[in-house]
């Protein structure tokens, strides 16, 4: 981990949440543009089209996945399943930048990638026990903005939070955040351009993690 990578004003945000540990990073360093990585990922990264299964009925996915990790880290949710594809020697350089922040290690990494405004990822939260108790997450966001948001599971007296996450931007979740929050990526109103998001983790042991989103 090495503490150069980043400039003395970059400093992470705490987000203000019951019953959660959120932290927001405006913008990360990375070895080109924000633009030109994206664009790299776009074009090399063996993107997949999937169908997920939500209360036994099948959908298309509103949005493309790869999986990518260390051998074993298997991955399966709404019926979808996932063998990871080795490391690039991009996603490590990523991977290596995201752990500096966050002060731990990852092992596997899902990529989404976001077309339009019509893409979007559903409400859900990822507390399978594979990931353990209190799962660290970095999300890091390329390109357009778009709207996330954290919904709490059992209190509906909270409102929801709505996060613009900007191009470069880093997004850490820790503690109980996974236990009591669900989040999601909304689809936008106006047209806009794509996106591609890289959520890091830590899977426990080798195994199947099962997602029910």
Known sequence: MTADLFSAHEVLEHIPMQDAEVYYLRHLPLADTA???????????????????????TYPQPRLIAWHGDVGMNYTY?????????????????KRRVEAVARTGFNSVLLNYYRDHRDSMGLHGDDEPELGERPILGSLSLGEERTFILKHKSDKALKPVRLKLASASLLLMKG??????????????????????????????????????
């Open 176 to 213: 109980e955040t996974q236990h009591y929050w669900k989040h999601g990526i909304e689809k936008e109103a106006r047209p806009c351009g794509p996106r591609v998001n890289l959520t890091f983790r830590r899977i426990l042991r080798s195994c199947d993690v099962i997602h029910r989103y």
């Open 35 to 57: 633009h030109a990585v994206m664009r790299h990922l776009i074009d090399e990264v063996p993107w997949r089209a999937e169908k997920i299964v939500v209360w036994g009925r």
């Open 78 to 94: 709404s019926g979808i399943n996932l063998s990871p594809l080795p490391w690039t020697r991009a996603l490590l350089d990523i």
